[in-house]
């Protein structure tokens, strides 16, 4: 790993090391596939172990500081080094870095010496991971994994010696997880229903099983169209009935429909906190019921921020993971309440679920009042290429990232980063806006914002990570001026 070569050579400035190349240090650690570190896991354990102490020294008031142990305590979860992981994260958790709930779980049962303290602690750890997914969006993927290698440390440590009591606890977990509907239940079956008598081999039989879950969940199984048509159905008849069209009266069609339904919360946790890519058309009215008043609210004050800046101005909107173009209908509301003379000349639309986003252009089409070019990009992030972003004219081009740069299902790395500032020209403006969970989630903003400002001449409008109402907001909004070189 080529990282941890640089990372050793700069020990003596470590600091320094960090917060000049944190990008490179970032792409490194974080955007692999769940393989690619076992390859170095004896390195990062040697690495670690002989750089504890300056690692131990790094005051994590500095924020890059903390980000940067947090990158290590989240790789030395991956892979299963517990003595490391619990090394840094007691470093990392005398400051005031908010870690989460999670990872604050499996701190927990690493500590455990005794196995009579699993029973003590195992609700403790159910709620950690109940209030990680419910109130930190964690990925239901992540709190299964972490619950089901919080069984599997229990059988490792004691199944040899107190296979009864194993026995006991894991039917105790068991159960009580099925109080938890966001729980992947075909992961969970499959570890819990092992045979544990070789408790080694039913050991790495379930870390095998964890490895190739990981494997499959982190393909985009959905093949892309390359031609995407505005969608034509009851739904369409309906919203095109809508007397002066909005986006309030558009969300109310969504929630009436759920309403019929008996609103059933399994939508809810299939959308996984709106990251799914949507495959089934009752999901559709369901994110918009769940999740549309959030968008609104956030991006509203956003736009506060910077219309007066593009106001009797022609631009170009770019809807990253757009899904069914929520943000890109909210500004074209917020333009004819505010009574704006903002002409948008071109919407490129960027989404791997096709469902969605022949939904958004539909919502364009009701919504808009003069002809725009609208580009529909069926594909996930990692997968676009720079000709997918060029726009061929000289206007303005806002940036409305929503809910979407924290989530870590897209690589936030060097090569992404120059896809927009190499398909870019002139004034560009981004609205980057996502939930304030914890500063390991918030760093990919302050990552993505850094990259600008270190390259171009960029100018931050609003850093603001204060609640908007009953909804956790942290924002990035910037201005940056891209001249070809």
Known sequence: MHILNNLKKNSYQLEYFINKDYQIIYDSFQNQT??????YKKEVKQYIREARRDITSLDCSNKINGDFIALLIETCEKLHL????????????????RIGDR???????S?????????????TILGLLNNAYNEERESKEKITITLVNFYLNIVYNFGERNRNNVLILKSKIYDKSKEFPFLDKSLIDTIFNMNIDDFRKAYHYGIDVINNYLYQNGLILIKPKKYIVTEVSNYSRKVYKLKNPNFNKIRKISKNHIISMGNPNYLHYQLNHGTTII????????????????????LYSSFNKIVHRVNNKTINIIDWGCGQALATSLLIDYIKENELNIDI??????????????????????????KIEIKAVNKDIDSLEISDLIINNSNITLHLFSNILDVEFFRLDRAFLEKISSSQKGLNYFICVSPNINDKRNMRLNL???????HFKTELISDRDSDIGKYKRYERVFKTYIIKG
Do not use: C
Not at 103 to 109: N, T
Not at 112 to 122: A, L, M, P, R, V
């Open 34 to 39: 769940h393989i690619e570190p076992f390859k």
């Open 448 to 454: 993505f914002h850094s990259y600008f400002d270190n």
């Open 111 to 123: 500590n455990i010496q005794k196995f009579d303290d699993y029973y003590d602690i195992y609700l």
């Open 82 to 97: 517990l003595m490391e992981f619990k090394l840094l994260y007691n470093h990392l958790s005398k400051s005031d870095y």
């Open 279 to 298: 495959e089934e058309e009752n999901l559709l009215y369901k994110y918009l019921l769940d999740y549309g008043k959030m968008h609104k609210e956030k």
């Open 103 to 109: 990872l604050r779980a499996i701190f927990h049962y």
């Open 345 to 370: 000349s071109n919407i490129t639309l960027i989404e791997p679920s096709s469902l969605a986003l022949s939904r958004g252009m539909l919502h364009i089409d009701v919504l808009k009042e003069n």
